[in-house]
């Protein structure tokens, strides 16, 4: 079961329940606030939380002062870290890691690609050009009949008689 916090006290005497409950209210709040106390449920619950957490306090031992340079000695740190974490996120690991991955991935580019370029170029200078008048009966009979007019059919009539093998 999800509790939330919420002042049972009405709002006009909430604000004097702290000063009651360490006996620094007296007057006529003082005897306003006792007299509502009676009639309202919610601030007599709310002054018995407080009653149980100022007896807490006082049952604590007592911590000696820090000193008057306490305050300025821990702005000092806390300005010290955040002009060192400027710049600084929980992100940067991640985003140098990306930066890493595209770099990597740029020249795996560049390099596929000139593998590419320079690949098709030695290819075109390797390639022969075969012309129907220059085909000579190398595997079967019926070449002479039906030469050859493009690559595919050359290595279609390659690949029908057994890789030159009779």
């Given amino acids: ?97 990306a930066w890493r991955f595209a770099a990597t991935a740029a020249v795996g580019l560049v390099a596929l690609m000139t593998y590419d370029l320079t690949g098709h170029f030695r290819a075109d200078r390797n390639l022969a050009v075969l012309q129907p008048g220059e085909t000579r009966d190398l595997f079967s009979s019926d070449t002479a009949t039906n030469p050859p007019r493009s690559r595919d059919d050359v290595l279609i009539l390659v690949s029908e008689s057994n890789h030159g093998d009779k």
């Avoid at 007296?26 to 709310?46: I, P, Q, V």
């Avoid at 010290?80 to 140098?96: H, L, T, V």
Wanted: negative net charge; glycine residues 6%; aromatic residues 8%.
């Fill in 1 to 97: 079961m999800e509790q939330q916090f919420r002042s049972a006290a009405c709002s006009e005497y909430e604000v004097l329940l702290e000063d009651f409950v360490n006996g620094e209210l007296n007057g006529a709040d003082a005897k306003t606030l006792a007299e509502h106390l009676k009639d309202c449920a919610g601030c007599r619950l709310a002054f018995q939380n407080a009653s149980a957490c100022a007896r807490l306090l006082h049952a604590a031992e007592p911590t000696p002062d820090p000193g008057p340079g306490f305050a300025r000695l821990v702005m000092a740190r806390i300005r010290s870290e955040e002009s060192q974490a400027e710049g600084k996120s929980i992100w940067q690991p991640f985003i140098s890691l």
